[in-house]
């Protein structure tokens, strides 16, 4: 009996270990398929008329993600504005026709319904828990086909982009691959909880071409190479942007946030010694909207606004958290520098038309 | 600039060809307009592939004679201006690539023709006539210029290098990396 318990003891420990590559295989599967199941395929319809009597339909797909179990899902919207029949494909493979709630220019996302319940949907991570160095796990529609994955890491946060002639902020950049149809797919870290949405990508070796002039010598466009060559930098919607401009919709019909009609940036040091401004106070105004509230206030361009609403302004990001985050119209007193002198003004904070 | 009058610009902003008023405010309009960015789309990808066809050099006085002609039958209603004489060089690649295009398209359509076509019939080709089936056909409905005289429909579906990804699938490309501290609000 001893020799038996001997042997099943000695079995046990010489059992062959798992490697830790194999422990980390297992795991990427496993957040891998966790995703999926949240994961959705979205193709819109649009009628192309080149002529009065010459129209095609086309089609687009992209990817998407479930929100809520009863039916609201989310995706990039630059391409959904004016389609004309949207479709979105569950991981079951059912098709449902879907409304689109609103289109959030600001950040490009998109708020899709379908008529469906208990779908399963994506968990938010902590944005605390977004960080450098993080894994990038795309769930996505590569090349159309359906829920591909693809691995990276978050490279880089808080980033301003341009796509399609308008200005991201705040974006999460990362390694992970992404190519044509993963836009709006959702990006899970390690625990398989929803970090960002995939926006957009960049082709380094494109615009560096593009930039010593070779290609346009060929008669060709960059993104003759950029619409299908590999992306090596990739930029998603953070999560923490995500539930504020989905939430605004869900709840409003359509997004609903404060607008000051003015852009700002940090002192700069040099600046800030001369004016004497304390380390870690103070924002400077590089533009102001010539029909927004900040012009009609009086704020121009070089201004240093110390305070908002009785609280001092520590950094840009602070000051168009408080401004956005209004769901209704208000006053706010604010003081500023001007050329190194004091002023105090009533700003009236709108919803952004 | 509505929607028809960007289209009628998109086959020359392809090649670079557009004024930079017409430049901005195709540009413009891109980003908000679904339906011209498809159209645009087609364009850039028939111009791709019409890229690679291109071989040979044009005849002597072909490219003086030839381009002015097709710019002012894309658009008609143009007044000629300096600029034409100004981008000389820009005049000269544009007739090589469509004078190539033209050589090109006939030999391929030569090569696709089934036995027992007569030659010359290129523009007779049923699968080359334009109407709404013809996408669906997969020969493709794209049209390039508008009554250019040289060249009026062209198989979209034809000479593509390499597998399609089916259903158009999307992903918009970043175009410039802006100042990370600096927030609009």
Redo the contacts between chains.
């Keep these: 009996m001893k020799s038996l318990l001997l042997l099943a003891g000695l079995g046990v420990c010489f059992q062959p270990q798992d490697s830790t590559l194999e422990k980390i295989e297992r795991e990427v599967s496993a957040i891998v398929e966790k995703a999926r199941k949240s994961s959705v395929t979205i193709?819109?319809s649009?009628?192309?008329?080149?002529?009065p009597r010459?129209?095609?339909t086309?089609?687009?797909?992209?990817s998407g993600l479930v929100y809520t179990a009863d039916g609201y899902i989310i995706t990039?919207g630059?391409?959904l504005?004016?389609?004309k029949e949207i479709v979105v494909a569950l991981p079951d493979g059912k098709k449902l026709q879907a409304q689109l709630i609103a289109v959030d220019r600001r950040t490009s996302i998109a708020v899709l319904k379908v008529k469906a319940e208990g779908l399963t949907p994506a968990i938010l991570a902590d944005p605390k828990e977004v960080k450098q160095g993080i894994y990038a796990i795309v769930v996505g529609?590569?090349?159309?086909?359906k829920a591909s994955s693809s691995i990276g890491f978050v490279s880089g946060l808080?980033?301003?982009?341009?796509?399609?002639?308008?200005?991201y902020?705040d974006m999460v950049q990362m390694t992970t691959p992404?190519?044509?149809?993963?836009?709006g797919a959702c990006v899970v870290n390690s625990r398989g909880q929803c970090v960002a949405m995939?926006?957009?990508?960049?082709?380094a070796q494109a615009a560096d071409i593009e930039s010593l002039g070779i290609l346009?010598l060929?008669?060709?466009?960059t993104?003759?190479f950029?619409?299908s060559g590999p992306?090596t930098?990739s930029?998603a919607t953070p999560g923490s942007t995500i539930k504020f401009v989905v939430d605004r919709i869900i709840k409003h019909g359509k997004m609903v946030r404060?607008?000051?009609g003015?852009?700002?940036?940090?002192i700069d040091d040099g600046v800030r010694a001369q004016l004497k401004i304390k380390d870690g106070q103070g924002v400077e105004v590089?533009?102001v909207d010539r029909t927004g509230p900040a012009a009609k206030a009086g704020l121009k361009r070089r201004d240093i606004i110390l305070t908002w609403d009785g609280a001092a302004v520590t950094d840009?990001?602070m000051?168009?958290k408080m401004?956005?985050e209004l769901e209704a119209a208000k006053t706010v007193k604010i003081m500023y520098l001007r050329g190194g002198a004091p002023f105090e003004v009533e700003l009236e904070v709108k919803i952004e038309p | 600039m509505n929607?028809e009058e960007i289209?009628d610009l998109l086959a020359l902003h392809?090649?670079?060809e557009t004024h930079e008023n017409e430049r901005i405010a195709i540009?413009?309009h891109?980003?908000?307009?679904?339906?011209c960015r498809?159209?645009f789309d087609e364009y850039?990808e028939l111009?791709?592939q019409m890229?690679e066809m291109k071989d040979g050099t044009a005849p002597n006085g072909a490219i003086e004679s030839i381009w002015p002609r097709v710019r002012a039958e894309i658009l008609p209603g143009e007044k000629k201006t300096g600029r034409i004489v100004a981008m000389e060089w820009l005049v000269r690649?544009a007739a090589v690539?469509v004078i190539g295009i033209a050589l090109g398209y006939s030999a391929m359509q030569v090569t696709k023709r089934a036995p027992g076509a007569a030659p010359g019939t290129v523009a007779n080709d049923p699968s080359l006539m334009?109407?709404?089936n013809a996408?669906e056909a997969g020969s493709g409905?794209g049209?390039w210029g508008n009554g250019a005289g040289m060249i009026n429909q062209v198989p979209l579906g034809g000479g593509r290098r390499g597998p399609k990804?089916?259903?158009?699938?999307?992903?918009?490309?970043?175009?410039?990396?802006?100042?990370?501290?600096?927030?609009?609000?």
């Design positions: 193709t819109a649009y009628t192309v008329e080149f002529e010459v129209q095609v086309e089609s687009m797909t992209l990039d630059s391409a504005e004016n389609a529609n590569q090349l159309g086909m808080g980033r301003t982009i341009q796509v399609g002639g308008r200005r902020e992404v190519t044509l149809g993963d836009c995939v926006n957009s990508g960049y082709n346009k060929f008669g060709k466009d993104s003759d950029t619409s992306n930098t930029f404060g607008w000051a003015l852009a700002v940036k940090s590089t533009s840009p990001k000051l168009k401004v956005i | 929607c289209r392809v090649g670079g540009e413009a891109l980003p908000g307009c679904m339906a498809c159209a850039r111009r791709a890229s690649a690539v334009p109407g709404p996408r409905g049209r990804a089916p259903g158009n699938p999307y992903l918009p490309r970043v175009e410039k990396i802006l100042d990370g501290d600096e927030s609009e609000f």
